[in-house]
């Protein structure tokens, strides 16, 4: 199976046997390794210090060969040097902004956004399966916060509906408008929300304050990414938020939705009803030793979190993550295969660096900046 | 014009003054706390007011990377009077051109390079707040 046809019927791919999962994904991976190692010098450096070429990689064993490049690169001034494609064929650049400030920009060329267009709308369709509704973002527009992964990433879903609405405004939500909304859509349309776990969070919480408990439809989905730790290190417990939004919205635990990717890869891992994050056919997700990246660990173990993708021809697409976690190869009770990937925690001394740690962090200083105004004088100057 | 003019392209692709100056005479920065956009101007300057050496950090998407780069190079050897001067607009005209979700970072350019004479001026310098953990 080629990359066009697992971007198309990424149904399909997630549902082939597992032998045949590892040799698709092993042959898009040499053909991407053997893009890059002849076109980009950085790489090709890389790949000849570590003594590495696309013919040393034939099964999926061998995938672990393939040289990596730590995502902190991508936060360098000299970022330059990772592209493959010239900065003339490069369409849209992706930022994350994480506690520590310095943003992370991932560059995507025309061939690699078409290919994550493609491939991230039709895994929505198999995953979700929605095409009609009412969608409640808990995240600013695209228009507010136009290079933001999360948001845009977001973005893509709300075609499917039939009314949508952004409901974090100049860095400010009102959890007020959020139930006026989805009041407002009572009876006509199945009502979904869309946002990271914290901003779903303050909402269930303004729910719980004012006691208000609201029923949605048999059929409404709640979908998140982001993280589910807040810029100031506390949790969000999944079992609690699953049981709240099952009290204050009716929504049952199948019905909700988690995601997993970084800006700077193609892959999001999107939670089945099992809540089991499958990754997507184009990527393979490889597990290293802390201490020695070298290293790939077996399923089950806990370590680094590597990703291989196969779709970007901006740059290469095997990165070494600061993320924790762990890959799954057991047959899922969905019926898809392939691998499923959980995160764990960051790495020690790692940045808490997402999109929904900065919108969190802004929003609150937003909000102390508010509290802390002081009132003009009546009548105004 | 393309997304990036051919000047963009060249600043990007070949830095010029990448760097930080170890004793400057003169720090300045400016960062857009939304974005993430962010720029660290060091420089030296001679007993005539000219810029005799001027290096930068930057971090953000590409036209900013080359702003900050083109900015150096049009700042090393102007008296700083002159840099008062430099508004966006012009930074965007030395660019090449800018796209419209691009134009914030001549903003940004041009603020950096008036806070670094400001600073010199009144002999402050801003800390350096940029880390980057490579």
């Not at chain 1, 859509?185 to 006691?211: A, C, K, S, W």
């Not at chain 2, 914030?104 to 980057?132: E, K, Q, T, Y």
Request: proline residues 5%; hydrophobic residues 40%; contains cysteine.
């Amino acid at each position: 199976m080629n990359v066009a046809t697992m971007l198309g019927a990424p149904g399909e791919a997630l549902r082939q046997p597992q032998q045949q999962w590892a040799a698709a994904v092993t042959a898009v991976l040499r053909e991407a390794f053997g893009y890059h190692f002849e076109r980009n010098a950085f790489f090709r450096a890389q790949c000849d210090a570590d003594g590495v070429t696309p013919a040393d990689v034939s099964t999926r064993a061998d995938l672990p060969k393939i040289p990596m490049l730590p995502v902190s690169m991508f936060k360098r001034p000299d970022a330059h040097m990772l592209l493959t494609a010239p900065l003339t064929d490069i369409e849209l650049e992706i930022r994350s902004t994480g506690t520590g400030g310095v943003p992370s920009v991932a560059r995507r060329d025309t061939t690699t956004v078409d290919r994550a267009v493609v491939g991230i709308t039709s895994s929505y369709r198999d995953f979700f399966a929605l095409s009609k509704g009412a969608g409640l973002f808990l995240c600013p527009s695209t228009a507010e916060a136009p290079e933001m992964g999360m948001v845009k990433v977001f973005n893509m879903l709300n075609g499917v509906f039939d009314d949508h609405v952004y409901l974090v405004r100049d860095y400010a939500f009102d959890a007020d408008e959020a139930l006026r909304y989805l009041r407002s859509r009572e009876g006509e349309m199945t009502r979904h929300i869309i946002g990271p776990p914290f901003l779903v969070n303050r909402f269930l919480r303004f729910l719980e304050l004012e006691d208000i408990e609201l029923k949605l439809d048999p059929e409404s989905m709640v979908i998140t990414l982001g993280g589910w730790k807040r810029y100031t290190g506390e949790s969000i417990s999944r079992p609690e938020f699953d049981a709240k939004l099952q009290r204050y919205l009716g929504v049952g635990a199948g019905r909700i939705r988690d995601m997993y990717g970084m800006i700077e890869s193609n892959m999001l891992a999107i939670e089945c009803e099992h809540h089991r994050k499958h990754v997507p056919p184009w990527c393979y997700v490889s597990i290293r030793d802390v201490d020695d990246p070298s290293v790939e660990l077996t399923p089950g173990r806990t370590g680094g979190i590597a990703v291989l993708d196969a779709l970007n021809t901006a740059y290469p697409g095997f990165l070494l993550s600061d993320d924790i976690g762990e890959v799954d190869e057991s047959g899922c009770p969905c019926g898809r295969t392939g691998q499923t990937v959980s995160f764990r925690r960051r790495r020690q001394g790692a940045e808490l660096g997402c999109c929904a740690v900065s919108i969190e962090k802004f929003l609150d200083s937003q909000e102390i900046v508010a509290e802390c105004a002081v009132p003009a004088p009546a009548g105004g100057r | 014009m393309g997304r990036f003019s051919a000047t963009v392209v060249d600043h990007f692709t070949n830095p010029r003054n990448l760097g930080e100056i170890d004793d400057a005479d003169v720090r300045a920065f400016v960062g857009n706390p939304v974005c993430g956009d962010q720029i660290l101007l060091t420089a030296n300057v001679a007993a005539d007011d000219v810029v005799s050496d001027i290096r930068f950090q930057a971090f953000g998407c590409s036209a900013s990377l080359a702003v900050a780069s083109l900015l150096t190079a049009t700042i090393h050897g102007s008296p700083l009077g002159e840099l008062t001067d430099l508004d966006a607009a012009r930074l965007e005209e030395l660019a090449g051109g800018l796209a419209p979700d691009q134009r914030h970072v001549a903003a940004l350019g041009a603020d950096v390079a008036h806070r670094l004479v400001n600073n010199f001026r009144r002999g402050a310098n801003d800390d350096d707040p940029i880390s980057c953990s490579v």
